[in-house]
């Protein structure tokens, strides 16, 4: 096989990726509601894989959580806010609830800090700044 060319043709190409589309909707992300729906993909991916590097949908979710990296870095911005009005932005932004935080705090912690119960950590708030991909300020 010559290394410049597919191993089909592009109609068969294009029928395969069709079919794949009809099964898990893979796109450019061009708007917010293309940024949720890979959201949702890339969770269902990563669920899938439970951490096994050696499953061959793996670089699926890899280039899936590219996508959605380079959405962020271009669309996702952090308002000037308190920390807890930014950590709302972003659990509204990112489609998530409180629970999907439960490996940074308990539900518990963060309804807390979403109602100004409790101030964010700086433990927390460096375990936020990772998962958001954010400057750990935001959150201080």
Do not use: C
């Not at 395969?16 to 293309?34: F, M, V, Y």
């Not at 890979?38 to 951490?51: D, I, K, Q, T």
């Not at 309804?111 to 927390?124: E, T």
């Amino acid at each position: 096989m010559n290394a410049d060319r597919f191993p089909g043709s592009f109609p068969d190409i294009s029928e395969t990726w069709a079919a794949l589309q009809s099964q898990l909707p893979i796109t450019p992300i061009r708007s917010e509601d293309d940024y949720q729906r890979m959201l949702r993909v890339a969770n269902s991916l990563s669920e899938h894989l439970s951490g096994d590097d050696r499953n061959p949908l793996a670089d699926l979710h890899a280039i899936v959580t590219e996508l959605i990296d380079h959405w962020k870095a271009h669309n996702v911005t952090i308002p000037k806010a308190e920390p807890r009005e930014v950590l709302r932005h972003l659990l509204i932004t990112h489609g998530l609830k409180q629970k999907d935080l439960a490996g940074i705090a308990s539900p518990t912690v963060v309804s807390d800090i979403l109602a100004g119960r409790r101030a964010i950590s700086k433990k927390v708030a460096k375990a936020l700044a990772v998962r958001f991909q954010t400057d750990v300020s935001a959150f201080l």
